[in-house]
């Protein structure tokens, strides 16, 4: 009979254990593919364009709408979101682009998770610049700090198809 229970013991605890284990990968499962920052506030996700959404050379001679999700959870004192747009020029990757073209595209927003642009590109894409693009959004609280710091910050692409 002890010897029942011993048995019973072991598998419990084994099966806790194993239990544990697979709850904790879930949460560093969840936790990669939805992050936060060291506030808890969830990471900004780029919807419009599409990644690696092709425009005609017509489409983008038009009024273009970046959307992408809110911050959560909203700051009382409410949320400036500031978009960024990169033109790659040649023999440069997106995180190139970013970290040293200047952006041709700066613009904030207070409150709203959408920016309508025009005139992003303004000629024939020649070289050095390529017809593909790189974009952000950045979320910045009231004091002028960026809420979506220290948490790797999602970044979208965009073309003009070639003729």
Not at 60 to 83: A, D, H, Q, S
């Amino acid at each position: 009979m002890k010897r029942q229970i011993f048995i019973a013991a072991a598998f419990i605890a084994a099966t806790s254990v194993s239990a544990q284990v697979t709850t904790n990968e879930a949460l560093k499962t969840k936790t990669k593919s939805n992050q936060t920052n060291e506030n808890g506030t969830a990471v900004i996700k780029l919807q419009v364009p599409a990644n690696s959404k092709q425009f005609t050379a017509s489409e983008i001679k038009n009024t273009i709408t970046f959307r992408w999700t809110p911050v959560v959870p909203k700051p009382k004192e409410g949320v400036t979101y500031r978009l960024k747009v990169w033109q790659l020029m040649q023999g440069q990757n997106s995180t190139q682009a970013m970290r040293t073209n200047k952006p041709i595209v700066t613009k904030d927003v207070m409150d709203v998770t959408q920016a309508a642009v025009s005139g992003i590109c303004t000629g024939p894409c020649k070289p050095p610049y390529l017809c593909d693009f790189i974009w952000t959004v950045e979320a910045i609280a009231a004091d002028g700090k960026p809420i979506t710091e220290n948490v790797t910050q999602e970044a979208s692409s965009f073309s003009i198809e070639k003729s």
